[in-house]
């Protein structure tokens, strides 16, 4: 009997190991296949951040090229219009100059005496 006990137990033990392993393969399998697409999904994201990341980077040299030379036409129009400063500075300077000649001359032309005007 207890030969008998001891075999069904035995018996019992196998067959709990034999499913056992059925159903851990299974449930591996299982999570083989979740963690190969959630890998899938992941490399997915990982191209299309990194195509985002190439245009961000080509939108940037672009930008930063457009920017320099917007900078360098400002500092050419900046040149320029320190040379027309200068221009209108010594234009304003010749105009005054001229102003006191013109001033001078017709107060010198108020100092004469006035002269009779001459009878036909």
Do not use: I
């Not at 299974?26 to 985002?52: M, N, P, S, V």
């Not at 036409?73 to 001229?98: C, G, I, V």
């Amino acid at each position: 009997m207890r030969l008998l006990a001891a075999s069904l137990l035995m018996t019992a033990a196998v067959a709990g190991q034999a499913q056992a392993p059925v159903e851990d393969v299974r449930q591996h399998e299982d999570a083989l296949q979740r963690e190969q697409q959630k890998a899938g999904a992941a490399y997915h994201e990982l191209q299309r951040t990194e195509f985002e990341m190439k245009r961000a980077a080509q939108d940037h040299r672009q930008a930063d090229a457009e920017y320099k030379a917007a900078q360098k036409r400002a500092d050419e129009l900046k040149r320029q219009a320190d040379a027309a400063k200068k221009k209108l500075d010594a234009a304003r300077a010749k105009e005054a100059s001229a102003r006191k000649s013109y001033d001078a001359a017709v107060n010198a032309v108020d100092q004469l005496p006035q002269s009779a005007p001459a009878k036909k």
